[in-house]
């Protein structure tokens, strides 16, 4: 039987960059839904084998300018409690808090560049272990309170927050761990307004992103993802049985 995954995309150019194979490889058959085009409150996507969240550039608190994001956050909370596989990704890991009901709140400066994460015990236990050493891409400007009953996971000194669990099937990412090096010079086009605001030098992040997207290229991107869904998987097969 085909899996089934359906990816929210905000933006034309965050696709699911290097899990894409990943899933594909799986067997599964992987379906774009586009917030702004297709309406979310109409579509069948919570009910899916995988929900992805993607990435995009606006946030959790900004339902009085999309409303749309209103459904979104509200079908996310609807999978969270179904307790079958959800990844939320940098800037939409922060609707997954906001529907767990954890504040959400911005950083007095954005988080833009490669470092490091610090996993914590429970970090280092998960698949989010094939990080440990390497530098991610960090690209935010909001940061979110600890869900209760959440699994706190990695952090930086900027962002404590940077990762967390719910269980075996939930699971968001302040940081990109599918990031694409052929997809950066088309995020940093689409997001230049973003980057001159925040006083980014889009050369440097270039050079860095040219020599550090090699280094997480496939095998431990893919394993990340295997690890995180052969457990997620497992957990919904015992939940049916």
């Known amino acids: ?59 959790a608190g900004d339902i009085d300018l999309y409303p749309w994001l209103g459904d979104e956050i509200a079908g996310i ?21 906001a529907a767990l009901n954890a504040s959400v709140m911005p950083l007095p400066t954005q988080e833009i560049g490669w470092g490091t994460v610090s996993l914590t015990a429970a970090g280092g236990n998960s698949p989010l272990r094939q990080t440990a050493g390497l530098d991610l891409l960090h690209w935010h400007g909001d940061a979110f309170d600890l869900p209760q009953g959440a699994a706190l996971l990695a952090s930086t000194l900027m962002t404590p927050n940077q990762a967390f669990s719910v269980g075996p099937a939930a699971l968001a990412l302040q940081f990109h761990a599918e990031v694409n090096a052929s997809k950066m010079e088309p995020g940093s086009i689409g997001h230049t307004t973003e980057l001159r605001a925040a006083c980014v030098d889009v050369c440097p992040l270039r050079v860095a992103s040219a020599r550090q997207c090699p280094a997480f290229q496939a095998w431990r991107s893919s394993r990340l993802l295997n690890e995180w869904l052969d457990t997620a998987d497992s957990n919904t097969r015992s939940g049916q049985s």
């Open 1 to 59: 039987m085909t899996m089934r995954c359906v990816a929210l995309r905000h933006v034309a150019f965050e696709d699911l960059g290097l899990f894409e194979p990943v899933l594909k490889d799986r067997g599964c058959e992987v379906e774009y839904v586009c917030a702004g085009f297709d309406s979310l409150a109409e579509q069948d996507w919570v009910d899916d084998d995988l929900v992805v969240v993607l990435s995009g550039p606006i946030g």
């Open 77 to 97: 909370r609807r999978r969270l409690y179904s307790q079958r596989p959800l990844l939320g990704l940098c800037l939409f890991a922060q609707p997954m808090a």
